[in-house]
T-cell receptor, first 112, second 113 residues
Framework: EAQVTQNPRYLITVTGKKLTVTCSQNMNHEYMSWYRQDPGLGLRQIYYSMNVEVTDKGDVPEGYKVSRKEKRNFPLILESPSPNQTSLYFCASGRKSNQPQHFGDGTRLSIL | QKEVEQDPGPLSVPEGAIVSLNCTYS??????FMWYRQYSRKGPELLMY????GNKEDGRFTAQVDKSSKYISLFIRDSQPSDSATYLCAFLNYGGSQGNLIFGKGTKLSVKP
């Protein structure tokens, strides 16, 4: 089954404790991205990757890092999480950057 | 003027009704138009994708794009309780080099049996 898999689905942690949210897709897509979804603000792009070893900032990149060492994986790293990063996070992938993106089921992060 | 405007609802209709969902946009560079459906505790799921003005039909769903008016619509015929979800319009710039989908805030739809 074609899918985008995120882990963990839920995480409660404390300020400053580094965390990684993993994302994996099995569709051989070149393009991958991370979004956060907040009430009243909708979905906003954090980082994206056009292909292996090619990443760039989206609209709200502050406080986040990413890497793309393999085509299928695109982890999101919060090196020093803060409460304003409490949000619902989605990973997405697409064949190319101008093709529709397919989303994972989300990771709900709570930073205390 | 906001880049994308979408009525948040909520919209409540009886089963079998025809549903009309709409978005307006201001960015002339938008060339790809999508509708996503998002169930509670799930990720957005692609429903419709088009890059031209006019209508595109898929089963009970019809997407309509009017580039001259900067207006897109999604029609759902014979609505079912399983259609109860939040519907998000989404847009991509011409070329889409960043692939940054610009989303509306979503319309919450409830279809009552």
């Amino acid at each position: 089954e074609a899918q985008v898999t995120q882990n963990p689905r839920y995480l409660i942690t404390v300020t400053g404790k580094k965390l990684t949210v993993t994302c994996s897709q099995n569709m051989n897509h070149e393009y991958m991205s991370w979004y956060r979804q907040d009430p009243g603000l909708g979905l906003r792009q954090i980082y994206y990757s056009m292909n292996v070893e090619v990443t760039d900032k989206g609209d709200v990149p502050e406080g986040y890092k990413v890497s793309r060492k393999e085509k299928r994986n695109f982890p999101l790293i919060l090196e020093s999480p803060s409460p304003n990063q409490t949000s619902l996070y989605f990973c997405a992938s697409g064949r190319k950057s101008n093709q529709p993106q397919h989303f994972g089921d989300g990771t709900r992060l709570s930073i205390l | 003027q906001k880049e994308v405007e979408q009525d948040p609802g909520p919209l409540s209709v009886p089963e079998g009704a025809i549903v009309s969902l709409n978005c307006t946009y201001s960015n002339s560079a938008f060339q790809y138009f999508m509708w996503y459906r998002q169930y509670s505790r799930k990720g957005p799921e692609l429903l419709m994708y088009t890059y031209s003005s006019g209508n595109k039909e898929d089963g009970r769903f019809t997407a309509q794009v009017d580039k001259s008016s900067k207006y897109i619509s999604l029609f759902i015929r014979d609505s079912q309780p399983s259609d109860s979800a939040t519907y998000l319009c989404a847009f991509l710039n011409y070329g889409g080099s960043q692939g940054n989908l610009i989303f509306g805030k979503g319309t919450k739809l409830s279809v009552k049996p």
